[in-house]
Nanobody, 119 residues
Framework: QVQLVESGGGLVQAGGSLRLSCAAS????????MGWFRQAPGKEREFVAA????????NYADSAKGRFTISRDLAKNTVYLQMNSLKPDDTAVYYC????????????WGKGTLVTVSS
């Protein structure tokens, strides 16, 4: 049974940084893409960033480029999202996901972690 468990969310001031973690278990993720999505109150869930488990190729939403960095630690089966220069608009529940589609990895989901950016 695949499990994706997020951690690292919290309250941060605008301009600050947070690092989210996603511990993945339950299967081998070779051939999968790991992603981060977010959902703000009253809005649809949107793509933030993705990384291929094997090759480490990355993909970012325009809103994340230059501020967020996705990475993975194969030994720890963990995916990270380093978020810098945070803005109030980044406030959302952030979800870890895994899937076979590089552009939209949605086969498995974590339960999410809340990030709140105060102005």
């Amino acid at each position: 049974q695949v499990q994706l468990v997020e951690s690292g969310g919290g309250l941060v001031q605008a301009g600050g940084s947070l690092r989210l973690s996603c511990a993945a278990s339950g299967r081998t993720f070779i051939g999968y893409t790991m992603g981060w999505f977010r959902q703000a109150p009253g809005k649809e869930r949107e793509f933030v960033a993705a990384i291929t488990w094997g090759g480490g190729n990355t993909n970012y939403a325009d809103s994340a480029k230059g501020r967020f960095t996705i990475s993975r630690d194969l030994a720890k089966n963990t995916v990270y999202l380093q978020m810098n220069s945070l803005k109030p608009d980044d406030t959302a529940v952030y979800y870890c996901a895994a899937g076979v589609r590089y552009s939209d990895p949605r086969d498995y989901w974590g339960k999410g972690t809340l990030v709140t950016v105060s102005s």
